[in-house]
Nanobody, 121 residues
Framework: QVQVVESGGGLVQPGGSLRLSCVVSRSNFNSLRLGWHRQAPGKQRELVAMITSGGTTDYEDSVKGRFTISRDNAKNTVYLQMDNLKRDDSAVYYC???????????????WGQGTQVTVSS
């Protein structure tokens, strides 16, 4: 099975920064589309950021300009750099890895177990 393991969550004050890491154990890591979702209590899980195999990125509107997703193919790792954190950013953050069909669309999506991010003073 594909293993997806997040780390780097924790407690941070408003305005602070945090970097999440996710290691994906797949031999074809370079071809995967990678992303981060989050889920706060009482809310639906939402897409936060994604990065394609070619390096194209996309972000949820509320995190644009504050979060940066990146990947290190040599380490099979995707990162989420979170700056200027707000209380509304508090959630469990989940890493996902998508294997896409040759014609487009998702063939498989693998999820990590999540890491807690709490923004509080």
């Amino acid at each position: 099975q594909v293993q997806v393991v997040e780390s780097g969550g924790g407690l941070v004050q408003p305005g602070g920064s945090l970097r999440l890491s996710c290691v994906v154990s797949r031999s074809n890591f370079n071809s995967l589309r990678l992303g981060w979702h989050r889920q706060a209590p009482g809310k639906q899980r939402e897409l936060v950021a994604m990065i394609t195999s070619g390096g194209t990125t996309d972000y949820e509107d509320s995190v644009k300009g504050r979060f940066t997703i990146s990947r290190d193919n040599a380490k099979n790792t995707v990162y989420l750099q979170m700056d200027n954190l707000k209380r509304d950013d508090s959630a469990v953050y989940y890493c996902n890895a998508d294997q896409l069909k040759p014609s487009g669309g998702i063939l498989f999506r693998s999820w990590g177990q999540g890491t807690q991010v709490t923004v509080s003073s």
